[in-house]
Structure formats: C-alpha cells, structure tokens
C-alpha cells in the first residue's frame, strides 16, 4: 500500500514539475532576480545615506562643543582676571567635561565614518555586480529569444517537411495508379485488336470481319436496288439519263442529215 502511495506521489510530483517547466519562462526569472538585486541595493545606498547623515549631525555637535569649550575657555581667563577665581574654577570644570564628550563625539565620529566607507565601498561592490548580471541577463534573454525562435521555426519547417512528404506520396500513388490505368488501356486495346477480346459495342456474336462483310453485303445490295430502280423507269426518263451517260457519238450522228 505504501508503495503504491510513494508512486502516486511520484507521479503526481513530476507531473507538477514538468507543468512548472513550461509554465517557468526563464527570461521573467532573470528580470524578477534583477529586481531583487536593485532592491537590495537600494537598501544599501539607504543605510549608507542614514549613515553619512549621522555622521553630519556628529559633526555638527562637534563644531558647537568645540565652540563652547572655546567660549568657557574664554570665560575663565576673564574670571581669572577679574579676581574671581572661583567663577574660572567653574569654567574651567565645565570646560573639562565638555571636552570629555569631545573625544567621545570624535570616537563616534571616527566609528561612524568608518561605516561609511565600508557600506560605500560595499555599495559600490553591489553596483558592480548588478551592473554585471543586468549584461549577463540580457544576454541570456536575447539567447533564449533566439533559441525559442529558432526552435519555431524548425518545428514549423518539420512540420511543413512532413506536410509536403504527406502530398508527394499522395502525388506519387496518384502518378502509380495513372500509369497503371493507362497500362491496362493499352493492353485491352491490344487484346480486342488480336481478337482475344470481344468489342462490346458489337452485337452479341458478331466480330470485326463480320461487320465487315455485312458492310459489304449492304453496299451489294444498295446497287443492285438502284439498277432495279433504273430499269423500272419509262423510256423518255431513262434517254436523258443515257445522254448524260456519256453518248456523245450517237448524238452528233442524229444531228447530221
């Protein structure tokens, strides 16, 4: 039982998988990994613009604690001459701690610019590399363009050789079956020459010599019913006739006196 389960699933599998293939056009996966990829890289142009931004602003606290540990700086030389030690004290203490954070900005400040450059030179790493598949990509599209038309077309041409192989064994029975009509034509015509075979057209039990010999006879009897017809004729009838017979002679001795 189990085995026959396996199969089904086996056979149910490879049928997906083979609807799959040909519903999977590789030149839409290519454009879909494209995609990922400028994703994927504008997160990393992303995070190095968050980055250099932070960076920005550290520079900026920088720039104002500097100015302030100027200022109290400053201040504590003037307490200082004004007789008021203690006032320069405090400068001084506030001074100390404001460069404190100082060095701890310029920490960050240096970690930060740090990232920076990693993720630009990685940004610029990633730009290379999609630059690289988008070329490779289209490659493979207009390859597997040209593979697919190309397939078409011998599928087409197979199709059209079959077609025309189709026809020209037609052709070819037709021109057989031709030949061997005419063949069998002429060996009939021979065979009814010879005498073999009986014209059909010819009266049942008649031949060729006896339609000829009848075709005779008629003739034979056609004259002798016209020379009956003549001698049934009058005389005055009949003397026109023997004068255009041809009595020439007999016609110039009546007409001597």
Known sequence: MSSIADRVTLLFRSKAN??????????????YSYTQQ???LRKVRRGVADVAT???????????LQQYAGKLQTQAQQALAAGREDLAREALT?????????????SQQAALQ?????LTVASQRLQAKVDTFRTRKETMKA???????????TEAVTGISEELGGVGLAMQRAQDKTEQMQARAGALDELIDSGVLADATLPAGRDDIQAELEALSSGTEIEQELARMKAQLPASAARPAAVEGGSPGRSREQETP
Do not use: G
């Open 18 to 31: 083979r609807a799959l293939d040909r519903a999977e056009d590789p030149r839409e996966v290519l454009d």
């Open 38 to 40: 400028l994703e994927l």
């Open 54 to 64: 932070s960076r920005k602003r550290m520079d900026l606290q920088l720039v104002q």
């Open 94 to 106: 506030r001074r100390s701690a404001v460069t404190s954070q100082l060095n701890d900005l310029q």
């Open 114 to 118: 740090a990232d920076e450059d990693k």
């Open 143 to 153: 390859t597997y363009t040209a593979a697919e038309a190309q397939t078409r077309i």
